[in-house]
């Protein structure tokens, strides 16, 4: 059965230019119907999800705000699909470079809750280290401390604000910090294996020396 594609459509906004114009442009670099053409360098790109188109909407012009490239999909199994994670796929051709730097889902969707898109994303080894935020339009503790639980960063009770997005940049700073940690620490391990490798070497080596010498006095 052949799957509908719907497009979705990312706006860039581009930095002042000389003459202090902002000037807009669209990309057309699209692979299933998803717009994959690369962020610029001092961007950040969010996933939104949510089945409301108004919310939807309002979530996506907040993020455009705060100079996000922002993809926004109408359910879990499109976001899956956005990141190559959707069962139908056997391999994610296309979505190998793919960045994103945040997550931002609606918990009451049909077909898939923001929180079973949760659990998705914390399973794949690729895009568990991505931030998750969850909205809903309902303050529920057991549902907040589940999605906390479950690896979620924050979340957001709707109407989405504007102080709310200004928060979430926060997360990918961490998230950004804690990466590069990790990176400096498996950089050092390397060069702390190395050493100890070639510590190993030149004592036996010197063990060798001292044998030849030893038995060189007994020759």
């Not at 957001?156 to 926060?170: A, E, G, W």
């Not at 070497?201 to 010498?213: K, M, Q």
Request: charge should be neutral; hydrophobic fraction near 40%; aromatic fraction near 6%.
């Amino acid at each position: 059965m052949k799957r509908k594609q719907r497009t979705v459509a990312t706006e860039h906004e581009v930095a002042h230019g000389r003459n202090g114009v902002v000037s807009m442009h669209w990309r057309s670099e699209k692979i299933d119907g998803f717009d994959l053409s690369p962020p610029d360098d001092e961007q950040v790109h969010v996933l939104a999800v949510d089945d409301s188109l108004v919310d939807r909407k309002v979530i996506e012009r907040l993020l455009k705000i705060s100079c996000c490239k922002v993809t926004a999909v109408d359910s879990g199994i499109r976001a899956l699909q956005f990141l190559g994670l959707d069962e139908e796929k056997s391999s994610s051709v296309g979505f190998d470079d793919l960045k994103v730097d945040l997550i931002i889902t609606d918990y009451c969707m049909p077909g898939m809750t923001g929180y079973e898109l949760l659990k998705k994303i914390k399973e794949s080894s690729t895009f568990r280290e991505i931030p998750v935020v969850i909205m809903s339009s309902e303050n529920v503790m057991a549902r907040i401390d589940r999605c906390l639980e479950e690896g979620a960063e924050d979340f957001i009770v709707k109407p989405v604000k504007l102080s709310d997005v200004k928060r979430l940049r926060d997360y990918m700073t961490a998230r950004e910090f804690r990466v590069k940690n990790q990176q400096i620490g498996n950089n050092n391990n390397i060069k702390n294996n190395n050493k100890r490798r070639l510590s190993a070497r030149r004592n036996i080596w010197n063990g060798i020396v001292f044998v030849d010498d030893l038995l060189g006095m007994f020759a």
